[in-house]
């Protein structure tokens, strides 16, 4: 048969990496066709290569039978290929209407009207479900939002085959369902996704087809209704996923106190609002809700990056509203970030370097000022081996990671300190089943020793899985605190948005 898209045969080095190796992906017109594997098996490489983004070592690719040579994203945009990328590319200070005519058509072959303009965006809006005020600067959109405005650029400039990039990444349940609305409008009208995941759930429902990729090459492909959810983990990561191990629950005294927290945000007065909860030791609170409702600068606040207005902190019994991040660490706590990229790494600096900041004036990696390379190199090595980060050795830069590794690092950085307490920001976002597991895993067994784990969330099915208590934040208060058997996705939803008592009533 012939096929609306095919790579052939695609080889793409870096260095003595091989992203990808002889792969082949054959895309039908109109399917939803996931693409999946574990993290650095080579799906970010080669969608920038259909992209043209990179340039192949070896291989093809041919679009409805005639081969293209693309050398830039704008030959791709051309023959009909857009891409969402995961870290959006919109200028936030200017409209939604802006961003999406900006640069295009091409070269100022023709001026674009604004009455025009509007119109043609009304049409796909109603046509592909994608409400977003066309007048409203990108700043002032929520995330699913902007995704949105992505989605409708590529189909201004007249994409036929949209590839997302992890697209629920960082959406709430309701955005995943409207844009799995979106997504079945594109493909009645004729159009061509591919979508890539870690979600099983989400790719067992969305998608038509499903090729997985493992170290760089192509697994194979199925179709979706004819395979289970156990068969596609196989495909993804090689093996089973393992069952987590959740000792009964154990909480003792108190570890973390919050009470009556103020906490301004960049742009809001009061982006905490008099929040008060507690974390005992041996036990996971996890806390849920929409993004940008207060979690980060409640984070910020806990970890000591950004000053308490009103209220206290105490940390094993002692004040530390107002200590410094190094006093807090030298307590016990640990911090997975939630932005990998600008808080968490030090990109220009090697995988070795990055594993050890933090630990490297402590036996037995530091000693009496000095760094034992030796020592830390041996050490590095056993936490990419244990967290399955996938690099050829420890003195890689860290910044030429996929992205699912990269937050690998900063989890086995994190808690391979022994912490006391941990503060994880979406621990496992972008991260595939396999090492989601592991980290998962890793958390649950910190409870079990008698740590405390604040487990900050946007994914329901990891607050549920994880959390003994379940506090959902909205406008920066407590909507609701929950115990995990009280706690279901629909009860938590609703507190998302500020339901409130009401919620508990109806549910
Ligand atoms: N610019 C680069 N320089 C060196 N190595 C790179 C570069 N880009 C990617 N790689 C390597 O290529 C391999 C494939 O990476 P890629 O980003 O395609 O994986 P992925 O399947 O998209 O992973 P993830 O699920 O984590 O996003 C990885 O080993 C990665 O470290």
């Known amino acids: 048969m012939s096929y609306e898209l095919e790579l052939k045969n695609i080889t793409k080095r870096f260095g003595s990496v091989v992203a990808n190796q002889d792969v082949n992906l054959q895309i039908e017109a109109g399917e939803v066709h996931a693409l999946v594997g574990e993290n650095g098996a080579g799906k970010s490489t080669l969608m920038n290569i259909l992209y043209g983004l990179l340039q192949p070592d070896e291989g093809e690719i041919f679009f409805r039978g005639e081969r293209l040579h693309l050398k830039s994203p704008q030959d791709a945009i051309e023959r009909g290929i857009g891409m969402v990328h995961q870290h959006f590319m919109l200028a936030p200070s200017m409209t939604v209407a802006e961003n999406i005519a900006v640069g295009w058509p091409p070269r100022g072959k023709f001026a674009w009207k604004n009455a025009d303009l509007a119109r043609e965006l009304e049409a796909f809006q109603t046509l592909f479900e994608l409400p977003v005020p066309l007048e409203t600067r990108i700043r002032d959109l929520s995330v699913g939002q902007m995704q949105r405005v992505e989605i409708m650029k590529s189909l ?123 974390l005992r030791r041996g036990e996971i609170l996890g806390i849920a809700g929409v993004e940008g409702n207060g979690q980060t600068e409640l984070t910020e606040a806990l970890i000591g990056v950004r000053p308490v207005q009103s209220g206290g902190i105490t940390l094993f019994g002692g004040d530390v509203a107002r200590a410094g991040v190094r006093q807090r660490m030298d307590l016990g706590l640990a911090h997975i970030p939630q ?59 860290a910044g030429n990671l996929s992205g699912g590794n990269m937050q690998k690092i900063i989890v086995a950085r994190e808690l391979s300190r022994s912490p006391r307490a941990v503060i994880a920001c979406q621990p496992t976002r972008g991260v595939d089943i396999g090492a989601s597991e592991y980290i998962h895993q890793q958390l649950l067994d910190i409870r079990a020793a008698g740590g405390a784990v604040l487990l900050v ?51």
């Open 457 to 507: 969330s946007a994914d329901l099915d990891e607050i549920l899985a994880l959390s003994d208590r379940i506090l959902v934040l909205f406008n920066g208060r407590a909507s609701g605190v929950l115990d995990r058997e009280d706690a279901s996705e629909a009860l938590l939803g609703r507190y998302m948005f500020g339901l409130g008592e009401e919620a508990r009533h109806e549910a």
């Open 156 to 278: 201004y400039r007249g994409a036929k085959i949209i590839v997302l990039d992890e697209p629920t990444a960082t959406l709430t349940p309701q955005e995943t369902d409207e844009l799995f609305r979106t997504i079945r409008r594109l493909r009645e009208n004729g159009h061509t996704i591919i979508f890539i995941s870690h979600r099983l759930r989400e790719i067992m429902e969305i998608s038509d087809r499903i090729t997985a990729l493992r170290s760089g090459r192509t697994v194979g492909t199925v179709r979706t209704a004819e395979v289970t959810p156990a068969e596609v983990a196989r495909m993804m990561i090689g093996r089973d996923v393992a069952e987590l191990k959740k000792a009964p629950l154990q909480a003792a005294e108190t570890a973390l106190e919050v009470s009556e927290l103020c906490v301004a945000g960049d742009s809001r007065a009061a982006a905490v609002d008099r929040l008060s909860f507690q």
């Open 339 to 397: 932005d990998r990229m600008r808080e968490g790494l030090a990109l220009e600096l090697n995988i070795m370097e990055n594993l050890v900041v933090g630990t490297h004036d402590v036996p037995p990696i530091g000693n009496r000022g000095l760094i034992r390379w030796r020592k830390a190199a041996q050490w590095s090595r056993d936490a990419i081996g244990r967290f399955g980060i996938k690099t050829p050795d420890e003195q890689e830069r």
